[in-house]
C-alpha cells in the first residue's frame, strides 16, 4: 500500500508559476514510476506528465511541453511538478499516482495503481 498527499496548488494568475509536491509513503518509493493527471470542471481524468523510477525517463503532455517540469527526489521520497506559464486553461485538481508495471508508459490513468486526494490549481485570466 501506497499513500500520496499532493500539496502546492492555488490560485495563480494567467502567466504565473506554481510547483506541486507528493509525498509519498513505504521505502520502496524509488521502485515506483510516477505521474502526474488533472481533472478540469465537466472534464475526463487527462495525463499531465510521468516520470521513470531513476528521473532518466520523462513524459509530457503537448499541451503543458515546454511549461511544466517533472522531477522526482528518492531520497525525499517526493515527485515534483514545476508548472510556469500558467494558463487558465490548465485550471484543474491535480493528482499524483504510482506506476507500479511497465504499463505506466502507456500514460493512461488506468495504468496506474495509488493516487493522492488532489491538490486544486485554479488560473485566473
Known amino acids: 500500500q501506497v499513500q500520496l498527499i499532493e500539496s502546492g496548488g492555488g490560485l495563480v494568475q494567467a502567466g504565473g508559476s506554481l510547483r506541486l509536491s507528493c509525498a509519498g509513503s513505504g521505502r520502496t518509493f524509488s521502485t515506483y514510476a510516477m505521474g502526474w493527471f488533472r481533472q478540469g470542471p465537466g472534464k475526463e481524468r487527462e495525463f499531465v506528465a510521468a516520470?521513470?523510477?531513476?528521473?532518466?525517463?520523462?513524459y509530457y503532455a503537448d499541451s503543458v511541453k515546454g511549461r511544466f517540469t517533472i522531477s522526482r527526489d528518492n531520497g525525499k521520497n517526493t515527485v515534483y511538478l514545476q508548472m510556469n506559464s500558467l494558463k487558465a486553461e490548465d485550471t484543474a485538481v491535480y493528482y499524483c499516482?504510482?506506476?507500479?508495471?511497465?504499463?505506466?508508459?502507456?500514460?493512461?490513468?488506468?495504468?496506474?495503481?495509488?493516487w493522492g486526494q488532489g491538490t486544486q490549481v485554479t488560473v485566473s485570466s
Open positions: 499516482a504510482v506506476g507500479q508495471t511497465t504499463e505506466w508508459h502507456t500514460l493512461k490513468p488506468s495504468a496506474y495503481d495509488y
Open positions: 516520470i521513470s523510477r531513476s528521473g532518466i525517463i520523462t
